[in-house]
């Protein structure tokens, strides 16, 4: 059973930076593409960053919000997917989710394409 744990999360004022981190278990890791998305309160559930498996490249992908500001990380051996987020905006709070994705490169910032999820972790930024 896949089993996904996001932490790190928590209140930080604009302009500062927090670090998530999303811990998996029950997969071969290196299979799967390891995505970060958020949902804020009335709004979609959004794509942030995806770091691909190995075998698609192994690389990072990022939506325009979080370009130049979000770096995400992926280690392999430890089985956790990092996000560092920098430069947080009140516009970033949200509950941040990961998933794992086995879809084409094409379409791995659709949510759709993620079939295993954790529990979010909730960023709150104050003006």
């Known amino acids: 059973q896949v089993q996904l744990a996001e932490s790190g999360g928590g209140l930080v004022q604009a302009g500062g930076s927090l670090s998530l981190s999303c811990t998996a278990s029950g997969l071969t890791f290196r299979d799967y593409h390891i995505g970060w998305f958020r949902q804020a309160p009335g709004k979609e559930r959004e794509f942030v960053a995806v770091?691909?498996?190995?075998?698609?490249?192994?690389?990072?992908y990022y939506s325009e919000t979080a370009n130049g500001r979000f770096t995400i990380s992926r280690d392999n051996i430890k089985r956790i997917v990092y996000l560092q987020m920098n430069s947080l905006k009140p516009e970033d709070t949200a509950i941040y989710y990961c998933?794992?994705?086995?879809?084409?490169?094409?379409?791995?910032?659709?949510?759709?394409?993620?079939?295993?999820w954790g529990q979010g972790t909730q960023v709150t930024v104050s003006s």
């Open positions: 998933a794992t994705s086995q879809a084409a490169l094409s379409a791995i910032r659709h949510a759709e394409m993620y079939r295993s």
């Open positions: 770091y691909s498996r190995p075998g698609s490249g192994g690389r990072p």
